[in-house]
C-alpha cells in the first residue's frame, strides 16, 4: 500500500510541478492600464431650416456643441472646424463657413477678452451661420434651381437637396469632432406674391 | 523468538529509529503563565506492568530544564519557552526514550506519557515521534496554535497572514465580523499596538517566531483591550545549542521583457542563537531586511530609485538562568519601514505623494521564577517606541496649495499633497502574572498591567472636499484635518481567573473577572460656535471639563466537557471591551490652537466610551476514525458603543450653513453571527492539513469613525439603521494541505474561497448628483465577486554534513498561482477600478519566490 501511496505520490508531485511551472511561467504579463482620455466629452449637431420672408430668403444653420463629460473643461479655447454645405445634384458647388469665436452666439463660461473658456457639463456652446445661396467661389446658385412656373412673377423652385456637415474643434486637448452628415431638403421660393400658394416641399 | 527479538534490538541501534505512533496521551488544557511559558507533565510507567517508574530521569535535551518523576511516577517541568524540544527519559534498568517533536505552546499544559520498556542491557535511545491529541477536550474557547515548523512551511510573508488562514476571518484580518482593529497583537505577551492610529505596530523576523496562538473566540480574563481575538506571537530564545542561518528569497530571476509579475522583491534574513555560558546565559539574534519596488514598480520607476520600499526588523534576545527556577530575558525588538504611497490617480505625479517611515523599538526586561512546584510568577517591564513620519522631513518645506488636476480631471498632475505628520507614542509598561496550582483541580492566575504613554501628534493636513463620487468640488475650500497634541493617558488592569476540573469526567469551569481602567488626563474644551453671519462661526474657548476616568468590569465563563471518549462540548460567554484609539481622544481639541483659531473638521472627544461587546459561543468536537478532529462552533457577537461621527451645531446658530463642526461619540453598533464547521488531521505520515467552512453574517449602523461626517459632506441623510459591514463575508472556505511528497519535499497549499462581500451601488452620471435621486443612499446595498486564492510553497532540505547539521533547504513560493483577478472593490457606479481601471481593485497577481536557508 506504501508502494502505491508512493507511486501515487509521485504522479501527484510530478504533476504538481508541471502544473505550477506551467501556471508560473504561462503569462507574465502584467502591464499596467495604458493612459487613455476620454473617447468622447463633447458632442455636435447641425440643425438648419430654410428661412424665408418679406425680407429674407437664406439658410440658417446652427451649430450645437455640448459638453457630454462628467467635468468642467477649463483651457485656451482653440476653436477651429467648419460647416460645409453641398448640393448634392450638382456637387460643384458648395459653401464652407469656418468656425470662429466670432460666430459663437452662446457661449456661457468664454471670456473672448482672454480666450479662456470653462465648459460645464452639460453646457452648450452655438454658432448661427445664414447661407444665401452663394458658393465659396461666390457663384449664385439660384439660376441653376429647376422653378415650377405655376405662379407667374414668383420663382418656386423643385426640391434640391443639399448636404450638411460640420467639423469642430474647441480645445486642443479634445479631438474635433464630427456632426452626423444629414441631407436637407430645400425648395428655394423666391419674392413673395399674394395669390400664390406654395406647394410643400416634396 | 528471542533471537528474532535481539536482531530486532540490534536493529533499534540505530539514531534515527523507526517512527511509533505511540499511544500517548495528550491534555493541553489550562491557560497558565504569562502567555510565554507553558507546562510539560505526564506519567513515566513500566510498559509492561503498568506501574508507575520512580525517579526516572526527565530532561529536555539541549537546555537546563529537567526534573525526576515523584513516587507515584508523575513528572512536572514548570516554565518551558515554547518550542518544540526532544525530551529524555531514563532510567536504570530500562530503555532510554526520546520523545521528539514535543511542541510546547505559551499558556499550555502538555502532558505527556511515557511507557518505558524493561532491558537489562543499556542500549541506545529509542526515539519516539509525539503526537499531539487530536482533541483538547478540557478547551473551552477557540484557538488555534502554530508552530515555528508550520509557520516556515505555510506561504505567507508576515505573520499577520496566519490570521486569514482561520476559520472566521476575512482576507483583510477581520475576525468574527469584527473590525481589524478589534484584534489585538502581543509579542511575548506584551502590547505591540500602534495606539494612535490602530493596527500593528511592528514587524518580527520570520525566523524569530517559536509559535503563534490566535484566539477567535473566549478568550481569558487574562487578555483585555481586545474584542475580536487575541494573536500571542512568542519568540524564540536561545539555548545550549548553537545554531545559526542565513535565508534568502527574491522574486524576479527572468529579464522584465518576460516577466513583469514582479515586485522586484529581495528579502534576507541572519539569524543565530547559543550559549554564551552553558546551561546560565543564552543569546538569540535575527534580523531581517526587505526591500521591492512593490507592485506598483512600472510607475514607481519613474519617479524614484530602487528601493522604494525598505523594511527593515530583528529581535534580539539574551536569556539568564542562574537557577532552572529563575529565569530573566532582556529583549529587545526593532522594526523600520521607508516607502512611498501609491494611489492610481496620482501615477503621473508621484512624486507628490508624500514619503513615509516608521520607526518601532521595544526593549523588554522580563523575570519568570518559579516559586515552588505549584506556584509561579512573571513580571516585565518594557518600554515600547513608536515614531511615524509622513512628507518632507521638515514641516516648513510643506506648501499648502490645491493640487492640479489634469485637463480631463481624472489624474493629479502636478502639486503635492497637503500633508505632514510627525507621531510619536511610547508606552511604558508593568506587567506581573501569577499562577499557583492549589491543587490539583483547581488552578488560579491573577495579574496586573500598568501602561503609561506618551502620545504625541503634530499633523498637517488639508484635503479637497469631494463628492461621494469622488468629484473635488472645486469652490469648496480646504477641509483642515491639522492638529497637534500632547498627552500622558494611563491604563492599566487586574485580573483573575480559576480553572476548577472535575475528577470525576475532566470537565472544566473557568471563571474570570477582568477590571480595566482609563485616565485620558486631558480637559475637554467647551467651544461654542458664535455665528459671524450666515454660515461662518467664530470659535470661543468658554472653559475646559475634565474628562473622566473610565473603568470596565469584564466577567468571563467558559465551560468544557467531554461527551464521551471521542467527544466533547463547550461553552463560553464573556464581556469584552477596547477603548478608543487615542486619535479619537486627541485631535483638535487642543484649547490653545481652538483659541488662536484652528478649526478642525473633526475634533477628538477624551470622554469617548469603549467599544464594548458580548459575545458567546458554543461547540462540539470529536475525533473521526481516530484521524480527524472535526468541530463545529456556533457564535454570537454583539457590539456597542461603536464609534462614529457627529455633526454638532451651536444652539445659538442662525443656519446649519455647512456641516457645523463634528466630533467622535460612541452611538452605533454591530452584530456578527455565525458557524464554523473545521475538519483537521494533524498527525500523519503524508498529509496533514484542515478544511473549514464559515458561514457569517455581520451587519452593523456604521464601519468607520467617518461614516456620519462624510454622509453629512456628501449631503445624504443619516438614517438610524443597519446594513451589511464590508467585510460581510457570507461563505468562506479555507483548505490547508501538507504533503509530505517524494524526494523528501515538503508541500504546503493553501485555498481560500471567499464569497462576495458587499459594497454600495449609487450610480451618477455626472459624478455630482445621482442618477436616480429619488432612491435613498443605502450603504454596502450589492455584491462584490467571488475570491478564490491558492497559494502554494514547495520545499526540499539538503544535508550538506550530517555531523554538524549542515543544511540547505530550498524553496519556491508561489502567491495566487492561477493569477487570478480577484476583485477587491467596485465604485459606486459599479465599474471595477473607477473609471480610470485603477488596478488596485484587484488583490494582487501572481507572485513566485524562491529562497534558499543555510542553516548550520
Known sequence: ???????????????????????????????????????????????????????????????????????????????????????????????????????MVYYHGFNPSTGE???????????????????????????????????????????????????????????????????FKLCYIEGYAFGCSVPDCN | MKANLCQNISLNLRTVAFIIIAEVIFFIPQKSFAGTTGILEGKVSDQAAYSALINVNVRVLSTVFGTITNEEGFYHLNYLPPGTYDVQFSLVGYETVVMKNITIFPDRRTHVDVPMKASAVELKPVEIVAKRPLIQKDQPETAFSIADLKLEALPVTTFQEVLTLQPGTTLEGNVRGGKTTEVVYLVDGLPVQDVISGGLGIQLPKNSITSMTIYTGGFDAEFGNALSGVVNVVTKSGDNETHGGIRYERDKFLPLSLDQQVDRRNEAEAFIKGPIVNDKLYYFTSNQAAISDTRWWQDMQYFFPSPVSRKFSGLSKIDYTPSPNTRLTLQGIYSMERWRDYEFSWRYNLAGLPARATDTYRIALILSKILSDNSAFTVSFSRYYNRSHVGPESKSELTIAPYQYDFFLRYIVSGNRNWWAETRQQMYTLKGDYTSQLNPLNLFKAGFEINQYNIFSDLIKYEPQLTYFGKPIEDEPLLNYSNAYNYFPRAGSVYVQDRIESSYDGAILNIGLRWDFLDPRAERPLVEYIPVSQNQ??????????????????????????????????????YYFQYPLFDYLYSGINPTQIWAGARNVLAGNPDLEPERTISWEVGYKRTVADIVAASITYFRKSTKNQIDSKTLVPFDSKSAGDFGFASYVNDSEADATGIEVVASRESGERITGSISYTYMVAEGMSETVNQAINLAEWGFPIRPMTFPLSWDQRHSVKIDGNVKLP??????????????????????????????????????????????????????????????????????????????????????????????????????????????????
Open chain 1, 117 to 183: 473658456l470653462a465648459f460645464d457639463p452639460g453646457d452648450t456652446l452655438r454658432f448661427n451661420y445664414a447661407w444665401d445661396f452663394t458658393t465659396d467661389d461666390s457663384v449664385s446658385i439660384l439660376d441653376d434651381f429647376q422653378y415650377n412656373p405655376s405662379c407667374p412673377g414668383r420663382r418656386i423652385a423643385n426640391s434640391e437637396i443639399l448636404l450638411l456637415q460640420s467639423s469642430v474643434r474647441i480645445f486642443s486637448k479634445v479631438a474635433t469632432i464630427y456632426s452626423v452628415p444629414q441631407l
Open chain 1, 1 to 103: 500500500m506504501m508502494k502505491q501511496f508512493d507511486c501515487v505520490a509521485r504522479q501527484y508531485m510530478v504533476l504538481v510541478i508541471v502544473a505550477a511551472s506551467f501556471f508560473a511561467f504561462d503569462s507574465c504579463e502584467e502591464s499596467l492600464p495604458p493612459r487613455n482620455d476620454p473617447p468622447k466629452v463633447l458632442a455636435v449637431s447641425l440643425s438648419a431650416y430654410y428661412a424665408y420672408g418679406y425680407n429674407t430668403n437664406e439658410l440658417r444653420l446652427t451649430v450645437d456643441v455640448v459638453n457630454i463629460y462628467d467635468e468642467t473643461l477649463a483651457d485656451t479655447a482653440a476653436i477651429t472646424g467648419a460647416v460645409e454645405i453641398v448640393w448634392t445634384r450638382l456637387p460643384q458647388y458648395r459653401k464652407t463657413f469656418v468656425l470662429s469665436p466670432k460666430s
Open chain 2, 537 to 574: 462661526y467664530q470659535q470661543q474657548v468658554k472653559g475646559t471639563a475634565k474628562a473622566s476616568v473610565k473603568q470596565q468590569i469584564s466577567p468571563r465563563f467558559a465551560f468544557a466537557a467531554p461527551v464521551d471518549v471521542q467527544s466533547m462540548i463547550f461553552f463560553n460567554i464573556g
Open chain 2, 743 to 856: 524526494w523528501n519535499i515538503q508541500s504546503n497549499l493553501i485555498i481560500l474561497f471567499n464569497s462576495a462581500r458587499p459594497y454600495t451601488y449609487f450610480p451618477t452620471r455626472d459624478g455630482f448628483t445621482p442618477i436616480d435621486s429619488t432612491k435613498d443612499f443605502v450603504p454596502n446595498n450589492a455584491r462584490m465577486q467571488d475570491v478564490t486564492i491558492v497559494n502554494l510553497k514547495m520545499s526540499r532540505k539538503f544535508m550538506l554534513n550530517e555531523t554538524h547539521s549542515t543544511s540547505a533547504t530550498v524553496y519556491i513560493d508561489m502567491r495566487n498561482l492561477f493569477n487570478a483577478k480577484n476583485v477587491r472593490w467596485i465604485d459606486s457606479n459599479g465599474r471595477i477600478g473607477g473609471e480610470l481601471g485603477d488596478p488596485s481593485a484587484y488583490y494582487e497577481p501572481r507572485r513566485v519566490r524562491m529562497g534558499v536557508v543555510f542553516e548550520m
